[in-house]
């Protein structure tokens, strides 16, 4: 209560969160289609935690993303804003592809939110139910699949793949 009656007396026009946990209802009957979420996944396959860090861990670098969305009850839920896919560099590690996905979910952040009128959702929107992450997944045997993949050069060649696809 006393986090939105501070919330209240700024009378915010948008609110953005990053990393944080659901809000209750409180918040989203106040602000309807004014809180934005940065999520650094592409929230039509990955939702939850740690969304730059499994499309690694299922070898699917291409899926490596970040997504602006309204807020709306549920995980990773509401109307997409904007959207994009990171560069993929053969040289990346997985602390590299992570942090590219918080960069990029940055610039769509500031663009949203600089050029309001030229906000145009996303039509896919969320229809698809992505899959849902949880902290207890992100385990010690999860962190060592994903060092296997860099260090075995296996990695390096889906990369390598993927930009060959991307080109044709």
Not at 25 to 53: A, D, T
Not at 107 to 118: A, E, H, Q, R, V
């Amino acid at each position: 209560d006393e986090t939105l009656q501070a919330i209240q007396s700024f009378r915010p026009t948008k609110i953005i969160i990053f990393g944080t946990s659901l809000l209750s209802s409180k918040y989203l009957k106040l602000y309807p289609n004014c809180i934005f979420n940065l999520h650094v996944g592409l929230s039509q396959y990955y939702r939850g935690s740690s969304c730059n860090f499994w499309p690694i861990y299922e070898f699917k670098p291409d899926f490596l993303g970040a997504t602006i969305h309204y807020v709306e009850k549920g995980i990773d839920r509401g109307e997409i804003v904007k959207q994009d896919i990171i560069e993929l560099e053969e040289e990346d590690s997985e602390y590299i592809l992570m942090a590219k996905t918080v960069i990029l979910g940055t610039k769509l952040m500031i663009d949203s939110i600089n050029k309001p009128n030229t906000i145009q959702p996303i039509k896919e929107e969320q229809n698809k139910n992505g899959k849902l992450y949880l902290m207890k997944h992100f385990t010690p045997q999860a962190v060592l699949k994903v060092r296997h993949l860099v260090t075995s050069g296996s990695l390096k060649q889906k990369i390598a793949s993927e930009n060959q696809h991307r080109r044709q």
